[in-house]
């Protein structure tokens, strides 16, 4: 009699839960087997991203970008870590010291020439990814050797002038060659905005007048000529003038050579 009772008591539960879910199921709360489930995007679930693309880049480049991270890590080695800024370019990659993959047989970091050439091969490897402003050219600039590392220095220029500030890309190489960092600022575009109106001279003492503590020694030198890149204030385009570089008593002061305006007064002295 007590079995009997027990059956049908677990009988009766059995029903209520089925009768429980088939109403949730109605209710929308529980998917029956016969109602297929939504899509993952239909529930406020992210569509799952793949590791080497980044969620914060539009979704139209980041199948670009996925092929660019191969073929860089195929050409310079899968111990790298590539670095994008946010308009997509190539800003950094970190490489690491004695990295087996992609050594230079009887490399020398000692020897300037060889330094050279394989930081010239790996700017050609990334040129495409740094994104620099047509009719900017990377210019080799400084070759910094050393007994286990050494060190490439490209300028962006202009039919020689160099372009500053930025426009900078510094490749740091280890004792096989291998690529131990690149650093980039390179301008991806430049809009040159004026003509040379001014002399050295002339713009050498609108550099002296624009430093308030003066003496009779103060002089300006021959100054240097620079593209000065800046961007405008309500935004657009970066603007390139044609300027003058000059060190006055310390102080660096950039004059616009059209205009003789002071673009950029700064102390450099080490206090």
Known sequence: MKFDLLKKIGILGTLGIVAGAGFL???????SRSTPRPAPSSIGLMPRVSPSVSPSFPAQSQGVRAGTEFKLKESLGDSVDLFFGPDGRLGEIRGRMGATSRKVPNFQPKDAAAASARGKAILESVQ?????APGFPLVEVHVQIG???AQVTYQQSLAGIPVEPGGRVVIDLGSHGELLGLSSEAWSSVNLINEVKLDSGSAGRIAVNAIEEKNTAMSSGSGSS????????GGGSPEGRHAYQFMVNGRM???????????KRRDVRIH
């Open 253 to 263: 002061v950039v004059v616009d050579a059209s205009s003789g305006a002071v673009l």
């Open 147 to 149: 007994v286990i590392s």
């Open 25 to 31: 199921s109605l209710r929308g709360q529980i998917p």
């Open 226 to 233: 620079v593209i000065w890149v800046s961007r405008p204030i």
């Open 128 to 132: 495409d990814s740094l994104g620099v």
